[in-house]
């Protein structure tokens, strides 16, 4: 690795931040968080060392699915403010060596989009054929609902013209015919049209199921969908040289690894998959106390190709699924982490955030954080973490971890100065409301959350060789330890972290010379191919092995 490596392939360690416009922050006192607001905000990310700022949907919306469901793909939610406050964002952002990518969403639109009602309008619609239709529900159609407690099947039957459209996702997101050439060219409009105005690139919504086309009478003029992907990205590629495709696609490491592309080549399809697996067996080993389950999952976990990376996160916008673990080990978390039922959602996974998990023990929530940080692959943040917000358990489904970012003590949160009222959503109470947990108290605390992150941003981009290196993970004696190394020919770094409550020591075997503390000052020898590491309960330290 060259550190101008670094720079071309940005992504690899960059620090990526999700936030939704919406409740991050009000510009114009109206209640809502708009693109104004949020400019005025770039300097704390810019302070905080993020390096590429991911917009959840912002486009013109009815808003029944946050966003998710759009009807216009060509302009700026008039909530949020207009295309010219987007660019200036976009421009302001840039200035501060930030990069923007968004959301975008392939596998429907909403019902109200003007496709949908000229397509139900009549089966002679042009766009007809942009959706998917038929005249029964086919056996051989996409299995699985997405959202069980809101649906039960994946075919809505339209009375107008007697057919059946197809909706991964809920009824009122009808899902768009990718197999159709003339949707395809409109999604690569969609994505030259943002790539113009200054985005770097697309978190891509639900990847495997616009892919999928079981059950759609066209699927033949898409015989490999992952074709399609390969022309995304190559269109991507000649648009904008440094753009990238954040794939969500949740499934075991072998099925997502036919989202890179080609194995043996760079990464021809998706630059980066979310690391679905690992999140989740990180719950596990939490609450087991035991590093165990996290570190089978990373020996499971292939490498990449040679361009790509793995996007790790702690939390995301959605419910924290524990779709990938057993029954039993998916019962164990739940006991651990939100035992009563309003805590949990769809049977699979919990609508929680990490420090109330946790019973607000900031020894364990700064571990977690030192993980998502020194593991490899790419740390994507979503909005608040970096203070310890909690959910508003009060706010129904995944909403309750989507509350107004929380900058000031007070009602309003700093979010905005209308009334509370008239906020998208409801700010959180209790112990992890804005009177305690704040971007401004934590701000010049040297001990807050907010500095532990800034510490881990620093350390992380200080160390390539956390991203880039080749990873091992090394045995400790004790499985409530998690020991590994990340090298490149140049560097290594060793890093320790303690699942347990007790001090330990950590007795390892590498070759003689120092360790650096890097996120704190102190060194230690290692001499005849040993060294004792001594850690704090819940404790972590990250070393710089030179020889
Ligand atoms: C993705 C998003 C989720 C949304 C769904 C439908 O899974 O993460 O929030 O509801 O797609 O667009």
């Known amino acids: 690795m060259r550190l101008t490596d670094t720079a071309d392939l940005w992504w690899k360690n960059a620090v990526i931040y999700c936030l939704d416009v919406e409740t991050f922050q ?30 959840m949907p912002f486009l013109p919306t009815p808003d029944r699915d946050d966003g998710y469901d759009i009807t216009d793909f060509y302009s700026v939610d008039p909530r949020l403010g207009t295309l010219g ?68 099947s994946l075919w809505e039957y339209d009375e107008n013209t007697d057919q059946y459209y197809l909706h991964r996702f809920y009824k009122h ?17 969609v994505m030259g049209f943002w790539l113009q105005l200054g985005l770097s690139g697309f978190r891509v919504d639900a990847v495997p199921f616009f892919l999928e086309t079981a059950g759609n009478a066209d699927a033949h003029q898409l015989p490999d ?21 954040l794939g969500e696609v949740n499934l075991p490491y072998k099925d997502t690894m036919a989202f890179y592309g080609d194995p043996e080549g760079v990464g021809d399809e998706l630059t980066m998959c979310f690391d679905f697996v690992g999140m989740q067996r990180m ?42 673990l057993t029954d039993d080990e998916r019962e164990e978390v739940f006991a651990a982490f939100g035992p009563s039922e309003d805590m949990q959602l769809y049977g699979r996974g919990l609508r929680r955030r990490l420090p109330p998990m946790l019973g607000g023990d900031m020894r364990r929530v ?70 305690e947990v704040n971007v401004r108290a934590q701000r010049r605390d040297p001990d807050s959350l907010l500095s532990w992150i800034k510490r881990l941003v620093e350390g992380y981009r200080e160390c390539p060789e956390l991203a880039w290196g080749e990873f091992e993970i090394i045995d400790a004696g004790d499985d409530a330890l998690f020991v590994h190394r990340c090298a490149t020919p140049d560097r290594a770094a060793v890093i320790v972290h303690n699942f347990s409550d007790r001090p330990l020591e950590a007795e ?28 704090e309960p819940f404790g972590c330290r990250w070393f710089r092995h030179s020889r």
């Open 26 to 55: 009000d510009g114009n006192g109206d209640g809502c968080g708009d693109f104004v607001g949020l400019t005025q905000r770039i300097d704390y990310f810019a302070r905080l060392g993020v390096t590429c700022l991911w917009l």
């Open 85 to 152: 406050e987007f660019a200036e964002f976009v421009r302001t952002a840039r200035d501060r060596g930030l990069r923007v990518i968004a959301d975008l969403v392939v596998n429907h639109t909403s019902a109200e989009h003007p496709w949908f009602r000229s397509a139900r309008s009549s089966r002679e619609s042009p766009y007809r054929d942009w959706y998917v239709w038929r005249d029964e529900p086919p056996r051989d159609g996409p299995k699985g609902v997405v959202f069980p407690d809101k649906e039960d």
């Open 173 to 189: 997101q009808p899902d768009l015919n990718v197999a159709n050439p003339a949707v395809r060219d409109e999604m690569a409009r």
């Open 225 to 245: 969908p992952h074709d399609y992907l390969v022309d995304l990205r190559a269109f991507l590629a000649r648009r904008q040289g440094e753009a990238v495709l």
């Open 283 to 324: 719950y596990l080993a939490l609450a087991r106390g035991s590093s165990a389950p996290l570190a089978e999952a990373l020996r499971e976990r292939p490498e990449p190709p040679r361009d790509a990376q793995w996007a790790t996160f702690v939390r995301n916008h959605d419910e924290l699924t524990l779709d990938k």
């Open 366 to 435: 700064k571990m977690v954080y030192s993980l998502l940080f020194s593991l490899p692959g790419t740390p994507v943040l979503f909005y608040g973490e970096e203070i310890g917000m909690g959910e508003n358990l009060a706010v129904e489904g995944r909403a309750a971890v989507r509350t107004p970012m929380q900058w000031e003590p007070g009602p309003g949160a700093g979010f905005s100065t209308a009334d509370p009222e008239r906020f998208p959503a409801p700010v959180t109470t209790g112990e992890f409301g804005p009177d």
């Open 508 to 535: 390892l075997e590498l070759p003689d010379g120092t360790l650096d503390d890097v996120l704190v000052d102190g060194t230690l020898s290692v001499r005849g191919g040993r060294v004792t590491v001594p850690i």
